[in-house]
């Protein structure tokens, strides 16, 4: 198993932006039998924990390349504002309602029993599964420190499970050799789950490039490595049913995450309003899909 890195800075991701060239592969469909909807600009799938947890376990016992986004309100903007990044999202093989305010837009646009799929309760749920399946598992990315108590907790709650590969890579983009090496090493491996703990949409965007080239299926979960690390705090129970998460999270980094929220969460509303607008006028009419900046 690959070994932690060290970052140049402490901080970094070494995720891969998106390429120079080449368009990526059509919006893909939501799994057979999963009710899915487009909110503002991206597919998301009324699918359940249960649901998604056969669903990558089988993905995973078949050794198929796929990738799954746990998605938010911040990663539907950032798909509105950027041609690539919606078709990142809208190409992935699972996009679960990560944040709340997807769950209530999924009902609003008629998934009634639309639930929560947050992945800091999704990963440990494959955890266990994978444990008691044989699936070996990896984690790629958070800081080394942050990764080494993860693999911590990993060892003493699931003694079975077999962790396959685990790295902190650089925070920078990592060149063409180091790339392949990465892809070599987690295919050795033999891991069929890999957890990707990247900040979004850059883990999106990366788990996209990597698709058909790493054997396993990968699960954008981002903050899950710090929550399920204990290196950051999460929301108290009570707030995540209210959609008060976001707020929890900018008290706690305010400097990281103001500028997030004042930008994405007011044109969410009034984009999400619009389309339910539309809808009532048009019923079965798709979203409006703008052009944006590439």
């Excluded at 924990?49 to 799954?68: C, F, I, K, N, P």
């Excluded at 008629?110 to 955890?127: C, E, N, Q, S």
Aim: charged content about 25%; aromatic content about 8%; proline content about 7%.
């Amino acid at each position: 198993m690959r070994k932690s890195q060290q970052r140049q800075d402490g901080t970094g991701t070494g995720v891969l932006d998106a390429p120079a060239g080449g368009e990526p592969a059509a919006g893909a469909a939501a799994p057979a039998g999963t009710p899915s909807r487009d909110i503002v600009c991206i597919r998301v799938d009324g699918t359940s924990y249960s649901e998604a947890v056969a669903l990558v376990t089988r993905w995973a016992r078949r050794g198929e390349s796929r990738y799954v986004c746990v998605a938010t309100v911040n990663q539907v903007m950032e798909a509105w504002d950027s041609v690539w990044l919606r078709k990142v999202m809208n190409g992935a093989d699972l996009v679960t309602p990560d944040g709340v305010p997807l769950v209530w837009s999924l009902r609003a646009l008629g998934v009634r029993g639309a639930t929560r799929v947050y992945g800091p309760y999704l990963t440990p749920r494959l955890l266990e599964a994978a444990e008691r399946e044989g699936l070996p598992v990896g984690f790629y990315g958070a800081a080394p420190e942050t990764l080494e108590k993860l693999l911590g907790m990993v060892r003493r709650r699931y003694p079975k499970l077999k962790v396959a590969y685990a790295w902190s890579p650089p925070y920078r983009r990592l060149t063409g050799t180091e790339d392949q090496e990465v892809v070599r090493e987690v295919n050795a491996s033999g891991a069929r789950i890999l957890f990707i703990g990247l900040s979004s949409p850059k883990q999106d965007a990366w788990m996209h490039e990597h698709r058909g080239r790493i054997r396993a299926v990968m699960l954008g979960v981002g903050a899950a490595f710090d929550f399920l690390a204990g290196t950051k705090r999460q929301a108290p129970r009570w707030m995540m049913p209210l959609g008060l998460e976001w707020l929890f999270r900018l008290v706690t980094e305010p400097r990281r995450l103001w500028k997030r929220y004042l930008k994405h969460n007011p044109r969410f509303v009034a984009l999400f309003a619009r389309q339910l607008l539309r809808r009532e006028r048009a019923p079965g009419r798709s979203p409006v899909r703008k052009p944006a900046k590439q």
